[in-house]
């Protein structure tokens, strides 16, 4: 077999083309990356998302919670920064929803935290004290002074998660009940009162919905929102001529009526 012609000065060329531009592709990588074996972190910023509107967590805990782990990465060398190691352990928080942390260049280092969003406070007549998330999910007693509803009377963990949770957003999607009302109450027969913040009545709306599990929330905000129209027509129309202070009990439990007690 007889082998042609080789241009070997094409090929060397070919050779040392692609040679040349794999030293570039090291040499440009090795520049912008930052030597870790000697690079020291200088800079550690800490973005907590709602920091102001949740209040739950502040920098100053997050650095607190970092140097009792020892991982506070503030003076020490960039190899030595386990990036993951902070994120599992700001995660660990049951306070945080979600927590990245990252390098840069300069010695660097980046902590981005989400809180979770407190929807309302329940102090269930059985002692228990907490929080409802806008996952429906408990979070544990805090420091946390926001104006939240609170959430009072028969109310188990239960209860608090599949109806306390959704009644309580179908009231904070609507701005007039988000700031009108202050306080839910759950009678022993499960019955829902509304405490308002303008008006010296309690608001009754009956029972809400005991549909299945997925189904629930639906109607319970459907449900909350028909009584709540009802209201709104009634302050309109009624109260505005009769006086905000006039009635001691509005009763919404039947639909097209509404029974009120003079004080």
């Known amino acids: 077999m007889k082998i042609k012609n080789i241009n070997w000065k094409k090929v060397v060329t070919i050779v040392l083309d692609v040679a040349l531009a794999a030293y570039l592709v090291i040499a440009v990588t090795a520049f ?3 030597d870790e ?3 020291v972190c200088t800079k ?5 998302a709602d920091e102001t509107a949740n ?3 502040k920098s100053k805990e997050v650095k607190n919670r970092l140097e009792s782990q020892k991982l506070h990465p503030l003076g020490k060398p ?3 920064v386990d990036t993951r190691k902070i994120e599992e352990t700001l995660k660990a928080s049951p306070f945080v929803q979600s927590a990245e942390c990252y390098k840069t260049q300069g010695g660097h280092v980046n902590i981005t935290i989400t809180q979770r969003m407190p929807l309302v406070r329940v102090k269930a007549k059985n002692g228990d ?3 409802l998330d806008d996952n429906d999910c408990i979070m544990p007693n805090s420091q946390y002074t926001s104006d939240l509803i609170i959430a009072t009377g028969n109310i188990d963990r239960t209860f608090a998660t599949t109806t306390i ?3 309580s957003k179908a009231i904070m999607q609507n701005d007039l009940w988000k700031n009108q009302i202050v306080q839910i109450n759950v009678l022993d027969d499960n019955g829902i009162e509304l405490v308002p913040r303008v008006g010296e009545h309690i608001i009754y709306i009956g029972h809400l919905p005991t549909e299945k599990p997925a189904e629930k929330g639906k109607k319970i905000g459907e449900y909350v929102m028909k009584k709540l129209d009802t209201l709104e027509k009634f302050y309109r129309f009624g109260l505005s001529q009769a ?3 006039k009635y001691k009990y509005i009763n919404l439990e039947f639909d097209n009526q509404i029974i009120c007690k003079k004080k």
């Open 44 to 48: 550690v910023l800490i973005n907590i």
């Open 129 to 131: 004290d907490y929080y």
């Open 55 to 57: 209040g739950f967590i």
């Open 243 to 245: 006086g905000w202070n």
């Open 165 to 167: 949770s959704p009644l």
């Open 32 to 34: 912008n990356k930052p």
């Open 37 to 39: 074996t000697s690079q």
């Open 78 to 80: 960039m190899r030595y």
